[in-house]
């Protein structure tokens, strides 16, 4: 407390603090006539204090809580005293209505309890006599934040609050991953688009702006430092698996040495291939790679990427289903078109192939429909569709009627309705 406040309070109550105003002011104290006011000093000590802690405490300490409002989801029991046909329970709509018997749409989102027991008393003014009000919160919507990326622990948390800010949603997922954070690029998305991206390090550095609030369902993502850009090595390789690169490119020898080498006297790095996020299959030799190969970009793998290792010992097949006339595994010693991969089974059943939802699965998981039906009747050449070794071809089935099924249903129906009746 600074002292031209306490000389302030000394000021303004001069009779009851006269004894201890003048130890603190350096002035006489009044002599008192008789023993009645040393008697009274120790409550004017205590008085003295009191008041003190009164007007120097902080207002905010002072400040009631704010009351809480109503929001979209939260539940509400209305009852009328007397009226128990009046008695609803109510949800607030997503609109932030409610509805109420006589009365009809009421604003329930924004309002305080007080406010809505005032808008239900006067819509009912008009049918009741002097009617008594009550509403109680019973449930309120669980009100939450998204937060991921390079946090700590990324989740989604709850808060009870009326107002969450962007620097305590992040203390509720332990903090960023300095190690891997972009804090100069902290996003904030709201109804699923980017509603405002926030340079954290000036936040906490400088101070020089408002924490950011959030709303309920809001998403905070930190950005990592380190784009996540990853390729797949398949095939005679000690460890299939997709990993992840730091740089925009590496050379195929870097890419198998991610998957832990090739498997000796297995891998054949003589037709070693990369398959290219767009499809394309570009065949190099591991086995003789020169340092200006693998710098080439013939040689280089990007993000979706695929490095293909095959094996010496086994054939590379292709696999051919469904309704063709020999449905079967078929050896390729190079990449097939689709004409050639149903040749090879015989081409398809003409009762029963359905050609307008051919079916190419990858060996990687992919697949894609091909309308073959079109492609022979607009005269467009299928031959620019590739089968590759792994890849399985299936033509389905056309939805066939049964008729002699049909004919034992109908038989069996009437047999059993001559016997009934």
């Given at each position: 407390?600074?002292?031209?406040?306490?000389?302030?309070?000394?000021?303004?109550?001069?009779?009851?603090?006269?004894?201890?105003?003048?130890?603190?002011?350096?002035?006489?104290?009044?002599?008192?006539?008789?023993?009645?006011?040393?008697?009274?000093?120790?409550?004017?000590?205590?008085?003295?204090?009191?008041?003190?802690?009164?007007?120097?405490?902080?207002?905010?300490s002072?400040?009631?809580?704010?009351?809480?409002?109503?929001?979209?989801?939260?539940?509400?029991?209305?009852?009328?005293?007397?009226?128990?046909?009046?008695?609803?329970q109510?949800?607030?709509?997503?609109?932030?209505?409610?509805?109420?018997?006589?009365?009809?749409e009421?604003?329930?989102?924004?309002?305080?309890?007080?406010?809505?027991?005032?808008?239900?008393?006067?819509?009912?003014?008009?049918?009741?006599?002097?009617?008594?009000?009550?509403?109680?919160?019973?449930?309120?919507?669980?009100?939450?934040?998204?937060?991921?990326?390079?946090v700590?622990?990324?989740?989604?948390?709850?808060?009870?609050?009326?107002?969450i800010?962007?620097?305590?949603?992040?203390?509720?997922?332990?903090g960023?991953?300095?190690?891997?954070?972009?804090?100069?690029?902290?996003?904030?998305?709201?109804?699923?688009?980017?509603?405002?991206?926030?340079?954290?390090?000036?936040?906490?550095?400088?101070?020089?702006?408002?924490?950011?609030?959030?709303?309920?369902?809001?998403v905070?993502?930190?950005?990592?430092?380190?784009?996540?850009?990853?390729?797949?090595?398949?095939?005679?390789v000690?460890?299939?698996?997709?990993?992840?690169?730091?740089?925009?490119?590496?050379d195929?020898?870097?890419?198998?040495?991610?998957?832990g080498?090739?498997?000796?006297?297995?891998?054949?790095?003589?037709?070693?291939?990369i398959?290219?996020?767009?499809?394309?299959?570009?065949?190099?030799?591991?086995?003789d790679?020169?340092?200006?190969?693998?710098?080439?970009?013939?040689?280089t793998?990007?993000?979706?990427?695929?490095?293909?290792?095959?094996?010496?010992?086994?054939?590379?097949?292709?696999?051919?289903?469904?309704?063709?006339?020999?449905?079967?595994?078929?050896?390729?010693?190079?990449?097939?078109?689709?004409i050639?991969?149903?040749?090879?089974?015989?081409g398809?059943?003409?009762?029963?192939?359905?050609?307008?939802?051919?079916?190419?699965?990858?060996?990687?998981?992919?697949?894609?429909?091909?309308?073959?039906l079109?492609?022979?009747?607009?005269?467009?050449?299928?031959?620019?569709?590739?089968?590759?070794?792994?890849?399985?071809?299936?033509?389905?089935?056309?939805?066939k009627?049964?008729?002699?099924?049909?004919?034992?249903?109908?038989?069996?129906?009437?047999?059993?309705?001559?016997?009934?009746?």
């Amino acid at each position: 407390m600074r002292p031209t406040h306490l000389l302030k309070i000394l000021h303004d109550y001069p009779l009851i603090f006269a004894p201890t105003s003048s130890l603190l002011t350096g002035m006489t104290p009044i002599k008192a006539g008789n023993g009645f006011s040393r008697t009274l000093r120790p409550f004017r000590l205590l008085l003295c204090l009191f008041i003190i802690v009164l007007r120097t405490a902080p207002a905010n300490s002072l400040t009631p809580p704010k009351p809480y409002a109503l929001q979209i989801g939260d539940h509400i029991d209305v009852t009328v005293e007397g009226y128990p046909e009046y008695s609803k329970q109510i949800v607030v709509r997503l609109d932030g209505f409610i509805s109420y018997p006589l009365i009809g749409e009421i604003k329930a989102e924004g309002l305080i309890v007080p406010q809505i027991e005032g808008e239900i008393r006067k819509g009912l003014a008009d049918r009741l006599d002097n009617p008594r009000v009550f509403v109680t919160l019973t449930q309120s919507r669980q009100r939450s934040i998204y937060v991921w990326g390079a946090v700590k622990q990324a989740n989604r948390y709850f808060f009870e609050s009326e107002q969450i800010y962007l620097l305590q949603g992040l203390a509720m997922a332990g903090g960023p991953d300095y190690e891997r954070a972009k804090l100069t690029e902290v996003q904030i998305w709201r109804d699923g688009k980017t509603y405002q991206i926030i340079d954290l390090t000036r936040l906490i550095r400088d101070g020089d702006q408002s924490d950011m609030p959030l709303q309920s369902d809001d998403v905070v993502y930190v950005p990592t430092l380190l784009q996540q850009r990853p390729i797949m090595v398949t095939g005679a390789v000690l460890q299939q698996g997709v990993y992840e690169i730091e740089s925009p490119k590496i050379d195929a020898l870097q890419a198998l040495m991610m998957a832990g080498g090739s498997i000796q006297d297995i891998a054949d790095l003589t037709r070693a291939q990369i398959i290219r996020s767009t499809g394309e299959r570009v065949s190099i030799n591991l086995n003789d790679a020169s340092a200006e190969l693998l710098t080439a970009d013939i040689a280089t793998l990007g993000p979706g990427d695929i490095l293909h290792i095959p094996n010496a010992y086994e054939e590379e097949k292709v696999s051919i289903i469904g309704a063709v006339i020999r449905p079967g595994q078929y050896p390729i010693k190079k990449p097939i078109d689709l004409i050639e991969a149903l040749a090879l089974a015989g081409g398809w059943d003409q009762e029963i192939a359905n050609l307008k939802e051919v079916l190419i699965i990858r060996f990687d998981g992919t697949k894609t429909t091909v309308n073959l039906l079109e492609l022979l009747e607009t005269e467009l050449s299928p031959l620019g569709i590739l089968l590759y070794p792994g890849d399985r071809l299936q033509v389905p089935e056309r939805f066939k009627i049964n008729w002699q099924a049909v004919l034992a249903v109908i038989s069996a129906g009437t047999l059993i309705y001559r016997i009934i009746w």
